[in-house]
């Protein structure tokens, strides 16, 4: 059973800048792999921020593009999204998840953004 801790949430004022890891428990980066991060905003529904796949490929919803950036430290076991130029649109639960055949999902942190 794969782990993930989500971590770096918190609150911002718009225009500012988070960055959010995920720790895994095991590898995360094996072959097959795609790793990513969703976004749960109140009474709506989880959407795909940013992934990327075991070969590097990236991909980002249209609302994050040019702002946030989906990376990750092999040695570590850790994926990252470095969210800049954040706006209030981006207040939401973010989630990791992992798909390696079988998915997993971490608990989430909130990303609030307000002035």
């Known amino acids: 059973q794969v782990q993930l801790v989500e971590s770096g949430g918190g609150l911002v004022q718009p225009g500012g800048s988070l960055r959010l890891s995920c720790a895994a428990s095991e590898s995360i980066f094996s072959a097959n792999t795609m790793v990513g991060w969703y976004r749960q905003a109140p009474g709506k529904e989880r959407e795909l921020v940013a992934r990327i796949t075991w070969l590097g490929s990236t991909t980002y919803t249209d609302s994050v593009k040019g702002r946030f950036t989906i990376f990750g430290d092999y040695a570590k076991n850790t994926l990252y999204l470095q969210m800049n130029s954040l706006e209030p649109e981006d207040t939401a639960v973010y989630y990791c998840?992992?798909?390696?055949?079988?998915?997993?999902w971490g608990k989430g942190t909130l990303v609030t953004v307000s002035s």
């Open positions: 998840n992992l798909n390696k055949g079988r998915e997993y």
